[in-house]
């Protein structure tokens, strides 16, 4: 099933707020939507955007993401319209930070 028009809204809404605060701090940083992240032992999670901003030299120019072997996005943003996701679920990918929109509600995780 395709994303609802909702769900791109928010998305890029966020993504966009993240942009404006790494620019307004002159951050380097690299960033992918969409992308899959895969662990064979622990299956795939696809972030609505993540970004890469401490790590950003690690991911800037890769066509390809080695996840058992490059570091993970410092950031990701998922928007939860109808599904079941919950932080946590990014933790064994190693990413640090997740902002998570859910019920119109916006929470930010340090995992």
């Known amino acids: ?7 791109g809204r928010e998305a890029h809404l966020l993504a ?16 992918f939507t969409p992308i899959t992240m895969d662990i064979p032992e622990v299956g795939g999670i696809e972030p609505d ?6 790590n950003w030299q690690a991911a800037v120019g890769k ?9 993970p996005p ?3 943003i998922e928007i939860d ?8 679920d990014y933790a064994p990918y190693g990413v640090p930070e997740v902002w998570l929109f859910k019920k119109s509600d916006l929470k930010m995780y340090a995992l």
Do not use: K
């Open 63 to 71: 066509d390809r993401i080695d996840w058992q072997v490059d570091p």
């Open 16 to 31: 966009r707020v993240v942009e404006i605060l790494l620019d307004s701090e002159n951050r380097n940083y690299e960033a």
């Open 1 to 7: 099933m395709s994303p609802l028009p909702r769900h």
């Open 49 to 54: 955007d993540c970004f890469y901003i401490d």
């Open 74 to 76: 410092d950031l990701v």
């Open 81 to 88: 319209i109808s599904t079941y996701t919950v932080a946590a």
